[in-house]
């Protein structure tokens, strides 16, 4: 490689300074060019190492596509192939290699040359000021690089640039082999797919079989989705995981959908099996795998009687079982943040929840559940109607606060409604129309704020949040009694106060980066001053304070 570039680059050089050194030039198609052009000489010397002091025969080579400037003198013949020729009988922008454009020198009209248009040139090029003559062969120019420096370069023939990969043949003889060389990962065959799994993991989808049709499904669970809570049908029940879902359903014509549409239908939501495990699909036909699905009793088809649909599902329960009987943990012991915050009323245990409105803001019948640690903000609207006072305050009571009503809160998250000593009573004002001095309004709660007071005990390795009490707090709006129809909005707040009260850190052991204060050896260097021009015996009261300290670090130690 070294006597190729030797015998295409032959100058002569000038008397340089010994410091001076070739330094690689910036692409020639970035240069400006000059007015001097060397072109191919024949008369010159022949490039040695040793002629100039730090300067090799093989200079920087820089790779291009096109030559440098737009020269009349096209460098490149035609391409054998021309890649950007995209339109027959049409002149393609920018395709320098473009038959149809008939162009001699295509870079005196087009602004550029499309990569692939051009055979890829390789130049060399050194400082200027080393040159005196130049007896290349080659075609040579001399470029303005950006800094104002003139670069003399060659175009040197690197015919690797331009080398032709012909096309391989692939038969089935070497079509495996080539695959394995140079193939990488893709999509898996169906010869490699993997077996079913031998049995589920939390969250996988349960896998349902249909022996009417021959068709293996998901169990799924309709889930309401968007503003209006439409139902949702590709919704997969997850194994291991409780879940309860609720949506609406839409029907353009109730005549027609009343006795054609399967969700309607309770003999859709049954006479099916449920894979055990996975690996149940390779063998449908052992029902050791399979666990029917039937109902307890025989359900009526939909009927359609008048403008009313009779017989349709509207809810599906599922058989109790002992867990489902014990109740549910939002924490064992203490709470976990984002879990259901337990109440109890008389001995019927369930979540704290807020107001949820509808579509159209109105309060609805679902409500919002109440989530540890997470402080939340809901409200909806409700329209009045004309009842007596004391009626309308139960109502917006129990919007409020929900129904039951919550009378205590569980202090821990695995409280047992049995051990009422695991439960704290809510605080709560109860508000009277006579405290408004009104005779002819009716007062009326608009707003709930619960304030829940937590804390952390127990180690400091392992805190446990308990609830340390828990309080309503209303507020109340007047309307007068002959006021007409109209809607009132209604709000409930949930505030989590943490009153944790972290003790005194321990003291710790001596550390190593512990450091003296800096007048911690004032006494001692001011005991050895003295005791220059004192007796001997004056060493000793320095020697005893020596031995205290030692003994007191000794004790701090232990």
Known sequence: MFSLQLSLLQVFFLMVPERVLS????SPSRAVPTHSDLGPRTQGGTLQSSEVPGISTVGPTVATSSTPGNKTVDLFPVLPICVCDLTPGACDINCCCDSDCCLLHPRTVFSFCLPGSVRSSSWVCVDNSLIFRSNSPFPSRVFMDSNGIKQFCVHVNNSRLNYLQKLQKVNATNFQALATEFG???FTSTSQTQSPSAFYRAGDPILTYFPKWSVISLLRQ???VGAGGLCAKSNPAGFLES???TCARFFKNLADSCTSDPALN????????VLKVPRGMSDLQNMEFQVPVTAVSQADSPVLAGNTCQNVVSQAFQQSTAASLSGYRSGNPGYIVGKPLLVLTGDIRHSMTLVQSQGDGTCSIK????????NAVSGCKLRLKRVDCSHLQQ?????LHGSPRPEHIAIFGNADPAQKGEWTGILSRNYSVSDMHCTSCCVIPVSLEIQILWAYIGLQSNPQAHVSGARFLYQFQSIQDSQPETEVPLTTVVTFVDITQKPEPPRGQPRMDWKYPFDFFFPFKMAFSRGAGSPKGSIFPTIILCLLLLGVLNLETK
């Open 266 to 273: 309770a003999a859709s939501y049954y006479n099916f099996t």
């Open 367 to 374: 409500r919002h559940k109440v989530q540890f640690g997470v």
């Open 243 to 245: 879940k309860s879902t």
């Open 395 to 399: 109502e917006i009571y129990q919007i």
């Open 184 to 186: 990488g990962e893709s």
């Open 23 to 26: 330094q690689p030039s910036p």
């Open 222 to 224: 309709p889930a309401g």
